[in-house]
């Protein structure tokens, strides 16, 4: 065997070993079975909730959410706050319209952002605000529900989500929203950005009260009042650029939190290419890895063993020459393509598609280097002309 060979057999063993750790060791992450019952226990009572949207220049999606919100069939009192975060495109207009059409305008309020504080993300600003307005207009209120102003409700979420809440005693519920699949990036990419995310933080694992890893999802996060304040209310999260991991890890060191996969929850924003899903990994993908640099050679190092090997190994076979390479890659491009499946199956795609989880990585690496090239050359992380983090320069 020739050094070549030497080197393609380790490399494609390694991934191979990488891979079977993935598939039994690594918290049962792939198979996507953290959902939210239909059939919870009710409560012996029905707190009041309130909801907290905030929305920057929405008007376009923003009367899909709020009519959603609206159409809770929710026993108990609920109440939606709208927070208009400096648009100037009408969102506050469209929600209000929305919001009469639906009937129920009298549960529904808006309120303005006043000028953001230093040291604030702006989200997390009108998620202040929200949250602030809606403790003191409606002190009893028990559940605060953060919802994007893109995703849209099926009129049970809210009772699902506080009857999970309540029976288990949780004081966070949360759901990974069904994201749109439409276009053929989207299908490439956005079922590969769900299985990333349940790789990064297995489910099961965050919803183990003994274990550390803690995460959260952002599009639906149903929370006690009183857990948030005593971790330390949105303030303690002021500068976060990943908000909805920063707030599942300061709810779980309260209390248990539980997080799971979506089924009729969505968000209707479209990404119709590449360069939209782009802009959306690469914003923030180096603030995942603490802006360090050698935490971004590892990443894409890993991503390299795991999503280059298995499939140029076997594909190159005729060049280096090692059977026992192209059978090693080989096994560890089925056994990520096996993996994919379940999350396939949860966005309805053929599975056909899952020897192509490969590809999608490649492309998920790629955004990852720009989100750090970004950063050092001083553009910091921007979205809808704001910047998340301050320019370095």
Known sequence: MTAGQEIWTLLAGASLLAWLYLVFAHGRFWLGDQRLSRGDPAPPSWPPVCAVVPARDEAALVGQAVGSLLEQDYPGPFR?????????????EAALAAAEASGRADRFEIRRTAPRPEGWVGKMWAVETGVSHALDRFPETRFLWLSDADVTASPTTLRRLVARAEVDRLDLVSLLVKLRCDSPWERLLIPAFVYFFQKLYPFPRVNDVRKRTASAAGGCVLLRADALERAGGIASIRGAVIDDCALGARIKEQGPVWLGLAEQERSVRPYAGLEEIWEMIARSAYDQLRYSPLLLLGTLAGLSLLYVVPWLAPLTWPLHGSTAAALLGASAWL?????????LALYGLSPARAPALPLAGMLYAGMTFDSAW?????????????FLTQPTR
């Open 80 to 92: 939606v706050v709208l927070v208009d975060d400096e648009s100037d495109d009408g969102t506050a």
């Open 335 to 343: 056994a990520l393509s096996i993996t994919f499946l379940p999350t």
């Open 374 to 386: 970004r950063h050092h050359r001083g553009a910091g992380a921007r979205w809808k002309g704001r």
